[in-house]
């Protein structure tokens, strides 16, 4: 298949210990008229799907019937989104150095566990029919269940949206800066966002102006920081001019609550602490308290002052994905982090109720039959895409607890299931294909239109 189609595939890069952009070449090769017309894929698996799609033309040009309909945001670049066996890919036509770099970074990301978009392919040697060079193209996949940011706005986004938006932003960059990585491009345009229990998880789109170093210095992180603030700033202000978002929001005020938010939460998990000797249970404190926001310590160095007097505590290696690692473990269900948090929760209150000795897996095996299991299943044939399966599970038990509330009695879980079913989900917006069936008015939201009519968000 692939002779006669006259591809050439190549494995990614292996060189993994290297930081930084891949090196340049003095020049660009000439490409031999025997392989004139070739495509040159560089992807982690073939992929022969990919050898179906039109890259003899330019990618502005595509034929509808290649194209998912993704609304094209602001970008520096030609970008379209494909439809690939039974998935959506992003498609980016850059220069050749910028997509092997960014594939690079992003392959790097992957297997340090940050969020990320999947890499799939960069593919040169593009030419049309007649011979002509096509620009290389960068491919990655779509992530299913999430939204860049104009996406969650509805006809006024609420300022504790916003603020929540701005948190998961935050939280992205700490862990990138944490692993060395820095950005240069820092904007919620080059971000995704999912639903996380009640807040948002933030992935990372474009890496082409990324660095990925030992260790950042501070210098470089308040620098990331500023641009942050910066970008976020103007995107608040274009939304604002066009009625996206409440009136008395102050864009220059609210893009400031990065910095606030990353500042916060780089000093809890980095700060040098020092406490007297007889204090010792103020290690095992610290240690709970960055488990509560999301981190591991893997490692910590104490050190004691020359009298002896004091103890001083800094966290050496920090690892998010606390409880996506606990729940995983348990019961095998992979979610976001806070999605996470609240299921652990209600696994530990259906022991505590059922079985308070009983064995924690044989327990959580117990809560995913009765619990998790029933309510996924429960969950309309035509609603299944409307939110990953977490955060429904998420939802219905704080719509049960909502119920409850309000009828002063412990409304039974089916009772509470059905209701949420026809009151709320029916009525949520589909986002799992939301982007691939957008009507005008979102496409027109999402390429920088106002939106007149939506649900609340």
């Known amino acids: ?40 894929i560089t992807a982690a698996s073939t992929d022969p799907g990919l050898l179906d799609l039109p890259w003899h033309i330019k990618l502005e040009d595509w034929p509808a019937e290649n194209l998912a309909a993704l609304p094209r945001g602001i970008s520096r670049h030609v970008v379209r989104f494909a439809h690939l066996d039974g998935s959506v ?13 960014e594939y690079h970074m992003l392959r790097k990301l992957a297997r340090l566990d940050v969020p990320c978009v999947e890499p799939v392919a960069v593919i040169t040697g593009r030419t049309t029919p007649s011979g002509a060079p096509l620009d290389p193209v960068l491919v990655t996949r779509h992530l299913k269940f999430s939204l860049p940011y104009r996406a969650l706005f509805s006809q006024k986004l609420r300022r504790d949206t916003l603020t929540r938006l701005i948190d998961a932003q935050a939280l992205l960059l700490v862990r990138l800066h944490l692993i060395g990585f820095y950005w240069g491009d820092v904007s919620l345009s080059n971000t995704l966002f999912r639903r996380d229990a009640g807040a948002f998880a ?44 409440e009136e008395k929001v102050d864009p220059v005020a609210t893009s400031e ?22 204090e010792r249970w103020r290690v095992g404190a610290r240690i709970r308290r960055l488990n509560e926001l999301g981190f591991d310590v893997e490692e910590y160095a104490i050190k004691t002052t020359p009298d002896g007097a004091t103890i001083q505590l800094q966290p050496k290696v ?48 117990g809560w995913v039959s009765s619990i998790f ?17 977490a955060e429904v599970v998420h939802e219905v038990l704080e719509h049960r607890w ?50 007149t009519n939506s649900e609340d968000d």
């Open 1 to 40: 298949m692939t002779e006669s189609s006259g591809a050439q595939w190549t494995d990614e890069p292996t060189d993994f210990d290297q930081h930084g952009k891949l090196p340049r070449t003095g020049s660009t090769p000439t490409v031999p008229a025997s392989v004139l017309g070739s495509l040159n």
């Open 89 to 101: 890919i992003a498609i980016k036509e850059t220069s050749e150095h910028v997509a092997r770099h």
């Open 202 to 245: 933030a992935y990372l789109v474009d890496a082409e102006t990324g660095e990925l170093y030992p260790d950042l210095s501070t210098g470089q992180r308040e620098y990331d920081l500023e641009i942050a603030r910066v970008n976020i700033a103007g995107e608040l202000m274009d939304l604002l001019e066009g009625g996206l978002i």
């Open 257 to 278: 609550l990065i910095m606030e938010s990353y500042r916060r939460l780089w000093k809890e998990l980095t700060e040098k602490e020092s406490f007297e000797l007889g």
């Open 318 to 365: 920090v690892d998010a994905g606390h409880h996506q690692r606990r729940l995983l473990r348990l019961t095998g269900i992979d979610a976001q982090e806070n999605q996470a948090r609240r299921l652990l929760n209600e696994m530990d209150s259906f022991r505590a109720d059922t079985d308070p000795d009983q064995d924690e897996e044989i327990s959580a095996h």
């Open 373 to 389: 299991e029933p309510i996924v299943r429960a969950i309309p044939r035509e609603l299944g895409g409307k939110l990953e399966p």
């Open 402 to 451: 909502y119920m409850s509330q309000a009828q002063d009695r412990n409304t039974p879980l089916s009772e509470a299931l059905q209701s949420y079913i026809d009151t709320i989900l029916r009525h949520r917006r589909d986002e799992a294909a939301i982007m691939l069936t957008a009507d005008t008015a979102t496409m027109a939201m999402l390429e920088g239109g106002v939106l």
